[in-house]
Nanobody, 128 residues
């Protein structure tokens, strides 16, 4: 069994910053990419950012480009999401995800269907 555990969520004022972390543990699996998705109250879950584990190519939703940065630490089996210039509309539960499926398609890892494992989520609240 693979476990993904997020940390770093919390409450912050608009314009502030938070850094989310997600550590993978458990059964060894071929990890081709990890990512972050979020679900705001009353809305569907949406893609935020993802990173290919080998090579480090990154992908971002238009709504977070220039404000969020995804990164990884291979040795720690951990991915991070640095969130700057936070806005009230960034308020959501943020989910870590990992994909054990390889694809060379450019935007494959921006979809929920690409992800095989999910964390329980961590709440980020941005107040105005």
């Amino acid at each position: 069994q693979v476990q993904l555990v997020e940390s770093g969520g919390g409450s912050v004022q608009a314009g502030g910053s938070l850094r989310l972390s997600c550590t993978a543990s458990g059964r060894t699996f071929s990890r081709y990419a990890m990512g972050w998705f979020r679900q705001a109250p009353g809305k569907e879950r949406e893609f935020v950012a993802s990173i290919r584990w080998s090579g480090g190519s990154t992908y971002y939703a238009d709504s977070v480009k220039g404000r969020f940065t995804i990164s990884r630490d291979n040795a720690k089996n951990t991915e991070y999401l640095q969130m700057n210039s936070l806005k009230p509309e960034d308020t959501a539960v943020y989910y870590c995800a990992a994909s054990g499926t390889y694809s060379s398609a450019t935007y494959y890892y921006t979809t929920e269907n690409a992800m095989d494992y999910w964390g329980a989520g961590t709440l980020v609240t941005v107040s105005s």
